[in-house]
Antibody, heavy 119, light 108 residues
């Protein structure tokens, strides 16, 4: 079955960096666009970044543009999110999700990895 | 950026009854709207796309309607497992892909 497993989260100080990973299985990873969506504690969902299925196109939320970089390694069925210059407001559970074939909706989600930015 | 406003913030309904959740867009979405369900401690799950199409495996008691700027998610014959938070999401104009702030459906 379709599965995504995120990792790489942790507690970091403001200004530091992390690299989040999402290993996918159960589908042909290279044929799907992928996204990161985050959820601050007790809050709603916020789309963060999207990587096209060929990796050529990347889109970012204004709140992370210039600090976060999405990428993929199709040989390892893995999606990444490099998060730099972290701020307290980046504290959230970061989900990776698959973009459906028929529209930019998110049809399968991982369980998330928690990033806490605190001094 | 398209803003989605969900109402009410919290909805209290008894099991077996029908819940009606609303999502209003700041500009026309045509039918490019999806609904997700999120239970405590779980990832969101896609319920509805294209305003009214059920995703794979979603029970028929979940139905979506609307177009343009007004959308509704209706859950009939509420089951205990349906009490959760529901989000709408637009994919008409992007980036960004935006979500509503959520409606919490609680047991009355």
């Amino acid at each position: 079955q379709v599965q995504m497993v995120e990792s790489g989260g942790g507690v970091v100080q403001p200004g530091k960096s992390l690299r989040l990973s999402c290993v996918a299985s159960g589908f042909t990873f290279r044929t799907y666009a992928m996204v990161w969506v985050r959820q601050a504690p007790g809050k709603g969902l916020e789309w963060v970044a999207l990587c096209s299925r060929d990796g050529r196109n990347e889109y970012y939320a204004d709140s992370v543009k210039g600090r976060f970089t999405i990428s993929r390694d199709d040989s390892k069925n893995t999606l990444f999110l490099q998060v730099n210059s972290l701020r307290p407001e980046d504290t959230a559970l970061y989900y990776c999700a698959r973009v459906a074939e028929m529209a930019t909706i998110f049809d399968n989600w991982g369980q998330g990895t928690l990033v806490t930015v605190s001094s | 950026e398209i803003v989605l406003t969900q109402s009410p913030a919290t909805l209290s309904v008894s099991p077996g009854e029908t819940a009606t959740l609303s999502c209003r867009a700041s500009q026309s979405l045509s039918s490019n709207l999806a609904w997700y369900q999120q239970k405590p401690g779980q990832a969101p799950r896609l319920l509805i796309y294209d305003a009214s199409s059920r995703a794979t495996g979603i029970p028929a008691r979940f139905s979506g309607s609307g177009s343009g700027t007004e959308f509704t998610l209706t859950i009939s014959s509420l089951q205990s497992e349906d009490f959760a938070v529901y989000y709408c999401q637009q994919y008409k104009n992007w980036p960004p892909w935006t979500f509503g702030q959520g409606t919490k459906l609680e047991i009355k």
